[in-house]
């Protein structure tokens, strides 16, 4: 069992920089993929990016790729999510998740086991 708690979400303008956290707790989690998503309202929940278990891939959906970097720290049961270059479209509750294997890092929503209970961030313009 995997239970995450995201933190860091706000209200920033746009162009402006976030961190988001998610602390895991279990001791399985360094063998876990970990990946971020977002819904907005009246969207679907889709993908922002991922991170293998060591933190030697990351991937990333295109609309974040450039502005946001996914990382981790497995001595802390961590992942993070630093967003800069923020635009009103960020706009969303953003979850962090724990899935895949060490030999897999899923992009989707419906290959994460775990979830945390989101965070909002809210872009203004």
């Known amino acids: 069992q995997v239970q995450l708690v995201e933190s860091g979400g706000g209200l920033v303008q746009a162009g402006g920089s976030l961190r988001l956290s998610c602390a895991a707790s279990g001791r399985t989690f360094s063998s876990y993929a970990m990946g971020w998503f977002r819904q907005a309202p009246g969207k679907e929940r889709e993908f922002v990016a991922a991170?293998?278990?060591?933190?030697?891939?990351?991937y990333y959906a295109d609309s974040v790729k450039g502005r946001f970097t996914i990382s981790r720290d497995n001595a802390k049961n961590t992942v993070y999510v630093q967003m800069n270059s923020l635009k009103p479209e960020d706009t969303a509750v953003y979850y962090c998740?724990?899935?895949?294997?060490?030999?897999?890092?899923?992009?989707?929503?419906?290959?994460?086991?775990?979830w945390g209970q989101g965070t909002q961030v809210t872009v203004s313009s």
């Open positions: 998740a724990a899935g895949g294997s060490v030999s897999i890092t899923p992009l989707t929503s419906t290959a994460y086991n775990y």
């Open positions: 991170i293998s278990w060591s933190g030697g891939k990351t």
